[in-house]
């Protein structure tokens, strides 16, 4: 099991610390990711993390702000983010999987997502 937590409402050019605990299983030789799904889009990779933190993979819009970390002492995955934008506004997943991808399907496990909105 996986559940998101630190999503919220923020200012434009504000942070969030958003977290993934995960349960029931041992993750920590699994890579994690991080996906958003704004309103009427499709779901889009964000970023994702190696099983042991050290290969970290961003999309493009997000590289330079977010920044993907783990803590296998804790069973965590964090995504810091940034200089937050409009455009940052979505519900956002952790998942699981055998390997890093930006592919949604290659992850086997995914949280109920944790909303973010970033006003302007």
């Known amino acids: 099991q996986l559940v998101e937590s630190g999503g919220g409402l923020v200012q434009a050019g504000g942070s969030l610390r958003l977290s993934c605990v995960a349960s029931g299983r041992d993750f920590s030789n699994y890579a994690m990711g991080w996906f958003r799904q704004a309103h009427g889009n499709q779901r889009e990779f964000v970023a994702a993390i190696d099983w042991d933190g050290h290969i970290t993979d961003y999309t493009n819009s997000v590289d330079g702000r977010f920044t993907i970390s783990r803590d296998n002492t804790e069973n965590t995955v964090y995504l810091q983010m940034n200089s937050l934008k409009p455009d940052d506004t979505a519900l956002y997943y952790c998942?699981?999987?055998?390997?890093?991808?930006?592919?949604?399907?290659?992850?086997?496990?995914w949280g109920q997502g944790t909303q973010v909105t970033v006003s302007s």
């Open positions: 998942a699981a999987a055998k390997l890093p991808s930006k592919r949604s399907t290659a992850y086997d496990y």
